[in-house]
């Protein structure tokens, strides 16, 4: 049997290869740039996610504008509370509110609005509260600071003094708080001489140290008398 030639024209060939490869490379052509854009976006994005770094308040006037605008938010609260004002707090406090007390009761933002139309609730008589610390991520921003709060005690008013951890969110163009949480310092009663009742929940010292209202541990022992014996 003879063998079957099979005549192959070469240049016809090198065409249709040179053929597929150029379709091929049109093919992933677009892929490569969708994945170099999605790289760039990555990296791009990455830092708006990190850590960022608190904006303290300053101890002069000018105070930077995320302390500035946090504080009026929490003015608001405060002339809320002062003035009954239930609209003045559904303004502040987002409805899915969560307020965890010194004393670890939780409410929601209807019991604390609930709370300012009855007497004899323990709902606050008045209540300050000064922004220290504030920190953006979006539109979440955490704020720490201090409050002084006086409440009607079993024995006559009482003022609380302490720090608090605030969550806001922002909602469109506006701030409401969706989470907040205090911690006590200092509790003294108005109508008694001053004794100073610390947490005792924790002998821990502050995170911050707060002029005024908290000087860290009281374990520095006081000097001893002259002759007395070491």
């Not at 992933?28 to 960022?52: D, E, N, R, Y």
């Not at 922004?131 to 709060?149: E, K, S």
């Not at 009607?152 to 969706?178: D, K, L, M, N, Y």
Request: aromatic content about 6%; charged content about 20%.
């Amino acid at each position: 049997m003879r063998p079957v030639r099979i005549s192959v024209d070469k240049r016809k060939t090198r065409r249709l290869v040179s053929w597929e490869v150029q379709s091929y490379k049109k093919m992933i052509h677009p892929f490569h740039k969708f994945s170099l854009f999605l790289l760039s976006a990555c990296v791009v994005a990455t830092p708006a996610f990190g850590q960022q770094a608190p904006v303290v308040a300053a101890s002069t006037t000018s105070q930077p504008p995320e302390i500035k605008q946090m504080q009026h938010l929490e003015d608001q609260w405060d002339d809320a509370l002062a003035r009954h004002d239930q609209y003045g707090l559904e303004l502040v406090l987002a409805p899915q509110f969560i307020d965890i007390s010194s004393a670890g009761d939780v409410t929601t933002r209807n019991q604390q609005i609930a709370r300012i139309f009855l007497k004899d609730n323990g709902a606050p008589a008045s209540l300050h509260q000064k922004v220290i610390t504030v920190r953006m991520y979006g539109d979440i921003a955490i704020v720490n600071g201090t409050y002084t709060l006086q409440k009607h005690g079993e024995g006559g008013p009482v003022e609380e003094r302490g720090v608090f951890s605030h969550v806001f969110q922002r909602v469109r163009t506006a701030w409401q708080c969706i989470n907040s949480q205090r911690t006590l310092v200092v509790e003294e009663s108005l109508t008694k001489p001053k004794t100073h009742k610390k947490n005792s929940a924790s002998n821990a010292e502050l995170p911050m140290h707060v002029p005024g209202l908290y000087q860290g541990s009281e374990a520095v022992a006081s000097p001893a008398p002259q002759g007395a014996k070491q």
